[in-house]
């Protein structure tokens, strides 16, 4: 196994730079796959979604300071074109980001790549109601068991803020499950 010091070092190279770039393929595919697909929800936007920001690290790995792990760096960049993608769909669509995840949402069930249930299905829709960090937040911790420590650093937010943000989802959560 690689560290990532070796890595980056790899990635940063002209002659390792290709072979590099397929371990991280190899490495971050799956979980930046799951991290964007609770953002878009939509598996074929989540692939545009997982191509765009791999394509952003490759072209943007000598920028990479190593000021935080090199995964937080890749999640930060996964947010940012997942957000971009709702975002330039609404305004494609004419119509507000929230619509936009909605008509995702309301698709999820005749998605062949939704392995979800009537339960898991309403929960989607709960966390869609949250404004966009609650939702960032919830789905990191939540599906993808960050800990603070990492979602701070991807989001660059301090994990007291992150505690609450965290807190109030999950409260909304429980009420929307409980009214609906």
């Given at each position: 196994m690689i560290d990532e010091v070796q890595l980056i070092e790899q990635l940063k190279s002209e002659s390792h730079?290709?072979?590099a770039f397929r371990?991280?393929?190899t490495l971050y595919k799956e979980r930046l796959y799951w991290h964007i697909r609770n953002i878009v929800k939509d598996h074929d936007d989540t692939d545009d979604v997982l191509q765009n920001t791999f394509i952003k690290v490759y072209k943007n790995i000598h920028n990479f300071k190593g000021d935080s792990k090199l995964f937080s760096w890749m999640y930060r960049i996964a947010t940012n074109e997942s957000i971009s993608y709702i975002?330039?769909?609404?305004?494609k669509l004419q119509t507000t980001n929230e619509e936009v995840q909605l008509l995702a949402l309301n698709n999820?069930?005749?998605d062949v790549y939704f392995e979800g249930d009537a339960i898991q299905l309403k929960l989607q829709k709960a966390i869609a109601t949250l404004p966009e960090k609650q939702q960032l937040v919830f789905n990191m911790k939540y599906f993808q068991e960050l800990k603070y420590s990492e979602i701070s650093e991807i989001l660059e937010t301090s994990e007291g803020a992150l505690k609450a943000s965290y807190h109030i989802a999950v409260k909304k959560i429980e009420a929307y499950l409980i009214e609906n």
């Open positions: 730079k290709e072979q371990t991280l393929i975002n330039q769909n609404a305004k999820l069930s005749s």
